[in-house]
């Protein structure tokens, strides 16, 4: 069992930026993807960016050229570094890992504000 522990988020104005890292309890080499989620409130939850275990990215249309995911397979960490924040980013954000079993993994969330 893996567990996921994301930090970093808090609140910032707009323009601004924040780091988010998900911390895994075991090795995250053999996750064939993870992601970044996020969810506002009365809103469906919406992946953010996703990175494979190649490297290859993919982001959604309106983080695009401002978010970089990254992971850290040494360091057993995945990043999410948000820069040109907008109020419309202001949600909790998830941390995902996914085996090639599917076996699937979510952290706890850490809420990101963005004050217009």
């Known amino acids: 069992q893996v567990q996921l522990v994301e930090s970093g988020g808090g609140l910032v104005q707009a323009g601004g930026s924040l780091r988010l890292s998900c911390a895994a309890s075991?090795?995250?080499?053999?996750?064939?993807?993870m992601g970044w989620y996020r969810q506002a409130p009365g809103k469906q939850r919406e992946l953010v960016a996703g990175?494979?275990?190649?490297?290859?990215?993919n982001y959604v249309d309106s983080v695009k050229g401002r978010f970089t995911i990254s992971r850290d397979n040494a360091k057993n960490t995945l990043y999410l570094q948000m820069n040109s924040l907008k109020p419309e980013d202001t949600a909790v954000y998830y941390c995902?890992?996914?085996?090639?079993?599917?076996?699937?993994?979510w952290g706890r969330g850490t809420q990101v504000t963005v004050s217009s």
């Open positions: 990175i494979t275990s190649g490297g290859y990215t």
């Open positions: 075991g090795s995250i080499s053999s996750m064939i993807y």
């Open positions: 995902n890992a996914r085996k090639v079993s599917l076996t699937t993994y």
